[in-house]
């Protein structure tokens, strides 16, 4: 067998490995590895062999492509999955010529079994790798919750809308994880006019908020020369088609209030169509689905503006699909709440008399799905006219 270096030569004196006793051992026991500048000892993914422990060189550990730590020689790695079967989590790469030893699983238990020693400095090298991914953990946390503020500070101040009193508007918007593809907006664009948008990016995390975003920013400068809700589609489709993220699609309505005829102009991109509760009946308002947005594979093909006429009293829900595919575990399988659960879940809120009718509404769909959590985010707004 190759001849080793001491390990004790360089190294974290946290992850220090035992005397030179009880690298004998494993030395004898395990196998001792070359490995070159540049070379990967193991890939993300990789079906696990057993542990290593770094004679000498460095190495780094990635995550997703992206550097999480850097190994020292002595130092303990790969024991997770080697101990445990699976995959690896991690790619361990060398970045100078390296040494490493391999042992099994049972060579390794072996080790401890012979060696306190080993067995402490084990745990201590454990202890201060839970550490570091805490700490980074931490981090991701305090990114998320700062994206998701981002995201929160672009919806639009529905008080001010609300202010001018031509209508009374409300929304609930709730992503399930840090970051949500949901967007609502309203925008004045004319003294008596106002555009509505609810749009759902396809995914979720940090590239459908990105998206969203993207999409937001471009629908209130269309605004700014709007004509009709159908080029506003369409001139959005192939704006993302040329500066969003590739692959992701996006469902959206757009609807133009003209607050003295109470006329609705509207067209959807493959989204949901809007409830409307008219006295004591909710019915769907009629659209002309469209395709999804930015998807390549459906270029040249338009939306259709569709008219229709409003009444005071009348409510409107624009809602994303979130609403909708809501699954209730019954014997036999889910059952699917759909858009008559939620017509009737929507008619049965109004009818109570809550005060905040979408926050009741958003209660009933978490007690029709429970013990279940949100696969989808959740975003409405509800417009009901004077």
Not at 163 to 169: E, H, I, Y
Not at 283 to 307: D, H
Request: glycine letters at 10%.
């Amino acid at each position: 067998m190759k001849k080793v270096r001491n390990p004790k030569t360089r190294g974290k004196p946290s992850g220090a490995m035992p005397g030179e006793e009880v690298w004998r051992g494993l030395r004898s026991a395990g196998l001792v590895r070359p490995v070159e500048s540049g070379e990967a000892l193991f890939q993300e993914g990789d079906e696990a062999e057993g542990a290593y422990v770094l004679l000498s060189g460095r190495c780094a550990v990635s995550e997703g492509g992206e550097r999480v730590d850097v190994i020292e020689p002595g130092e303990l790695f790969g024991e997770i999955a080697g101990f445990g079967g699976g995959r690896r989590t991690a790619t361990v790469t060398a970045l100078v010529p390296s040494e490493v030893l391999l042992l099994s699983a049972d060579q390794l238990e072996r080790g401890f079994a012979d060696s306190p020693d080993l067995l402490r400095k084990t745990l201590q090298v454990l202890a201060g790798r839970t550490r570091r991914i805490a700490d980074r953990q931490l981090a991701y946390r305090e990114e998320h919750k700062a994206l998701q503020e981002v995201q929160s500070s672009l919806l639009p101040d529905l008080g001010e809308i609300n202010a001018l009193g031509r209508f009374q508007v409300e929304a609930v918007w709730e992503p399930c994880t840090y970051a949500s593809g949901d967007y609502y907006d309203v925008v004045q664009i004319g003294p008596e006019r106002f555009l509505f948008a609810v749009g759902d990016v396809m995914g979720h995390g940090a590239e459908a908020s990105l998206m969203m975003a993207i999409a937001r920013a471009q629908i209130r400068e269309l605004a700014r020369h709007f004509r009709r809700t159908d080029e506003l589609l369409l001139n959005l489709d192939g704006y993302l088609r040329d500066n969003a993220p590739s692959g992701q699609g996006m469902s959206l309505i757009v609807a133009a209030l003209d607050t003295q005829t109470l006329i609705l102009e509207h067209s959807t991109a493959g989204h949901p169509p809007p409830l409307i509760l008219r006295k004591d009946a909710v019915s769907e308002v009629e659209t002309r689905p469209g395709i999804l947005l930015a998807l390549p594979m459906l270029l040249g093909v338009g939306y259709e503006r569709i008219e229709a006429e409003l009444q005071p009293g009348d409510r409107l829900l624009f809602y994303t699909d979130g609403l909708t595919e809501v699954d209730n575990p019954v014997q036999g399988g889910a059952r699917l709440l759909g858009g008559e659960g939620l017509a009737r879940f929507f008619g049965e809120v109004v009818h109570s008399g809550v005060e905040d009718p979408l926050r009741e509404l958003l209660q009933r769909l978490r007690a029709f799905e429970e013990p279940l959590e949100p696969q989808d985010d959740r975003t409405a707004l509800l417009l009901t006219l004077f």
